[in-house]
């Protein structure tokens, strides 16, 4: 088996819906803030579905043709982790209609929609908890969860599983088949409503047994939907043919930053790292990684990189022309800054005048290099050292080969017959009078 072939083409834009756009006032609720109100864990700033919906021109201008969203169904929380209700849209960002629009919209524009399957656990607020707090031993649910005892108690310590011990979300006993059913029905009715696929959160909580069972009953539903497993360390437990197409790909982004952002990592390291981690990946799945450089669980890229724009677009090169489907995390293509949650989950900024310019129009002319190159999107991957500040990360497809050659140091001139991986791309000497990248395509 292999990656939807797809994904070799995708642009990924992930959102965090309560942060988009609040486009429908009506939907807020009572303790709504101002859209530029510091974000906080706990404070809602009124996004909804038809805000996203109204931009769909911002997403496609960015070159983007898939969208992941982070969860969408009734909680309790900005983040909605904590589902209460895994069949309903959460009530401050509309209903199954605005969603059904949504998906038309995408649809009609050629964006594919994943969602955020958390399967791991649920929110305090559960039908199924509640009913083991009211009747403790005598619940029809009290095997879905696992509780030590009674009654209930969440403080000072949870008496039950949890997620990472977090006591408002208590974990599912994925071992029960009720609630595995509970959960394939999930899977099945949201693929019903149209979307593209699910990214599963914290999988690595849950046996592989479960997933397994969670893919033959998402796949016979249609040959192209996805499923991507979120992962931070080595991804190939996941892509065996018979869980997963793909991974979030935080292996690469911490090799690409080292490179950027840090300078903890050297050209060198950079091409070995990379070039190990594809060998981890098996045949057939490195176009479904999910490539990224920042997610609703780090700071933001330009954060990252200390407000230097250039050295933004450095890693921003690199990962569009990964091997992978690359993401770009609201805002961060706009300028957006912001620390770790809470902190990168701000308001989308809407005022232009308060874009970056010139980091949007790089990650627009790069999304638009990697569509118009089917080596960039579909070929194979090498990594080459150039010395310890420039890196080439080429891709070959047939006689088509297309490359990005990334400098970071304060200036080189390279020379083609002095490196002979450049000699593809250039016949004449590439200079780089600081920090900086090019794209290349085979002569």
Excluded at 206 to 227: A, M, Q, S, Y
Excluded at 252 to 278: M, P, S, W, Y
Excluded at 331 to 355: Q, S
Excluded at 384 to 410: E, F, P, Q, Y
Aim: aromatic residues 10%; contains cysteine; charged residues 25%.
């Amino acid at each position: 088996m292999a990656a939807p072939d797809w994904l070799a083409d995708a642009v990924f834009y992930q959102i965090f819906p309560e942060r988009f756009a609040n486009s429908d006032p009506s939907l807020n609720p009572p303790d709504v803030v101002g859209w530029d109100a510091e974000p906080t864990r706990e404070n809602f700033l009124g996004g909804d579905l038809q805000g996203i919906i109204d931009h769909l021109d911002h997403i496609a201008s960015v070159g983007a043709n898939a969208l992941y969203l982070t969860p969408i169904f009734e909680a309790e929380t900005n983040h909605r982790y904590d589902a209460v209700d895994y069949f309903a849209i959460d009530h401050r960002l509309g209903d199954l209609a605005t969603f059904q629009r949504l998906i038309a919209a995408c649809h009609d524009r050629g964006i594919r929609v994943v969602l955020d399957a958390v399967l791991n656990h649920c929110g305090y607020g559960h039908w199924a908890f509640q009913d083991v707090i009211a009747n403790e031993a005598a619940s029809p649910y009290v095997n879905w969860f696992s509780v030590e005892g009674f009654p209930v108690t969440a403080h000072p310590t949870p008496n039950y599983r949890t997620c990472s011990g977090c006591w408002y979300l208590p974990k599912w006993n994925a071992y029960n088949p009720e609630v595995r059913e509970h959960h394939f029905k999930v899977a099945r009715y949201w693929i019903e409503q149209g979307i593209d696929g699910w990214r599963l959160d914290v999988p690595y909580f849950i046996n592989h047994t479960f997933w397994r069972e969670f893919r033959e009953v998402v796949k016979p539903l249609g040959d192209d939907l996805c499923i991507i497993a979120e992962e931070w360390r080595d991804p190939a437990e996941w892509l065996q043919g018979d869980i997963a197409d793909g991974t979030m790909n935080y292996t690469l982004r911490d090799l690409v930053l080292g490179f950027t952002a840090d300078r903890t990592v050297d050209a060198f390291a950079l091409a070995d790292g990379l070039n190990q981690l594809r060998e981890r990946i098996p045949d057939g799945y490195h176009h479904g990684m999910l490539n990224l450089l920042g997610s609703h669980d780090t700071e933001r890229v330009l954060t990252r990189h200390g407000g230097d724009v250039g050295a933004a677009l450095l890693a921003y090169t690199l990962l569009f022309a990964a091997e992978g489907a690359p993401m770009v995390y609201y805002g961060d293509e706009i300028g957006m800054t912001g620390e770790n949650d809470p902190g990168c989950r701000a308001g989308m900024v809407w005022d232009e005048d308060a874009w970056d310019g010139s980091l949007l129009a790089g990650v627009r002319e790069l999304t638009a290099r990697r569509a118009a190159l089917p080596a960039l999107r579909r070929g194979d991957q090498s990594v080459h050292a150039i010395d310890a500040d420039t890196v080439l990360l080429m891709r070959t497809l047939g006689d088509a080969a297309a490359a990005a050659l990334v400098h970071r140091g304060d200036g080189v001139t390279l020379d083609p017959q002095a490196h002979p991986v450049l000699r593809p791309f250039r016949r004449d000497p590439v200079q780089f009078t600081g920090p900086g990248s090019r794209i290349l395509e085979a002569r």
